[in-house]
């Protein structure tokens, strides 16, 4: 089997490790399944998994293989696998199921809180980890269920999940007294999917995008932020404004830049993203301009916690699911899907999207 590894230190390194598939096999125990990793997607998301995989604990998930000292790991990423050998009565080989993979040919889990629907991984390491990344879904349940949607899925319902999140918990909190939302990477998927959340709740703030130069057209086009502003003409923003701020990527020039511009007008400013993790050291001038008070870090799982708890599971399930996919379905009009075959195609151009050489039209699966 071969499993794709990422210096936790440096997120552009990595390599692949090589061994053999009759090692994952001798690893199922009673108890466990072994899945043979169908494909997964590849986005931004998984970048802030690395960058976030101390503090929340995403290293943690899938263990690396061969790494005696703790330099490698395995970022998370979501996708489709078949169940090959099974120890759990219920869960029959040649059974699919969606959910939190490492980019490996094979992981071993170990089904609790079995139903129809979906279990959960057991596995005593992920105990104190997010539950929500260990519930797996059982495809073969699903009513409707379309294998040709498995791609898009991959793709987009982790990232419009958040979107989901951060619509309701804006509209929840009156969105902070704002007159008008900044949206900084304005072209990353999760972006697109809040903005065109937001678009339809009835009163919602003007929704202002702050993007690249290269990419400003293709997000003018999408129709769902009032305003388009680039990097480069950050004060074109309205500083004026009572303002909320939404933070896909941790780039601390810009938020130093627009936190000092806004000053009290800043209600909240809300982190969700950290691919710009290499950018602007904590002791620049302009990180120093960053309102550490009106500033929180968005941990989307802790708010579908909250969700469940308040709704319930299935009220949860059914208006997250409307909302994901009246996303997925406006994501047709811009969205393209390339796919690359195997983790050697993937290390080839790994290191490029790290550093955010994505074209954000395209949205990448890898195929195993």
């Not at 959960?120 to 797996?136: I, K, M, Q, S």
Request: proline share 4%; glycine share 8%.
């Amino acid at each position: 089997m071969s499993e794709f590894q990422t210096y936790k230190t440096d997120l552009t390194r990595s390599r692949i490790v090589v061994s053999d598939e009759r090692l994952a096999r001798d690893q199922v125990q009673s108890g466990d399944i072994l899945l043979r990793v169908e494909r997964f997607a590849f986005t931004a998301n998984n970048v802030t998994y690395g960058a976030a995989g101390d503090t929340i604990g995403y290293w943690k998930f899938f263990p690396a293989a061969d790494d005696v000292d703790r330099e490698w790991g395995c970022l998370p990423v979501w996708g489709t696998a078949e169940i090959i050998d099974s120890k759990v009565e219920g869960l029959n080989i040649g059974e699919r199921v969606y959910g939190y993979l490492p980019p490996a040919d094979f992981v071993v889990l170990s089904p609790v809180a079995l139903s129809a629907q979906r279990f959960v991984d057991g596995a005593a390491h992920r105990a104190e980890l997010p539950a929500v990344y260990n519930h797996y879904q059982r495809l073969s349940a699903e009513a409707d269920y379309d294998r040709s949607t498995d791609n898009i899925r991959a793709l987009l319902q982790p990232l419009h999940m958040t979107a989901f999140c951060l619509c309701d918990a804006l509209q929840d909190a009156d969105y902070h007294g704002a007159e008008q939302v900044i949206i900084l990477s304005a072209s990353s998927k999760t972006a697109i999917g809040t903005a065109q959340g937001l678009a339809e709740q009835p009163h919602s703030p003007a929704l202002v995008g702050v993007t690249s130069r290269a990419n400003r057209d293709f997000v003018a086009a999408l129709g769902c932020y009032h305003e388009v502003h680039c990097y480069d003409d950050l004060p074109q923003v309205a500083d004026h404004k009572p303002s909320v701020m939404i933070d896909m990527a941790g780039n601390r020039e810009v938020l130093g830049t627009l936190h000092g511009a806004l000053g009290d007008n800043l209600r909240s400013c809300i982190s969700v993203g950290m691919t710009h993790w290499e950018s602007l050291a904590e002791n620049s001038a302009l990180a120093a301009q960053i309102n550490r008070q009106r500033s929180h870090f968005f941990f989307a799982p802790a708010h579908v916690q909250k969700r469940v708890t308040d709704w319930g599971a299935d009220e949860f399930s059914a208006r997250s699911g409307k909302f994901v996919a009246a996303r997925m379905q406006q994501s047709t009009d811009w969205m393209r899907i390339e796919t690359i075959s195997g983790l050697s195609a993937l290390g080839g151009i790994y290191a490029d999207l790290v550093v955010g050489k994505m074209d954000p039209r395209s949205g990448l699966v890898v195929v195993l």
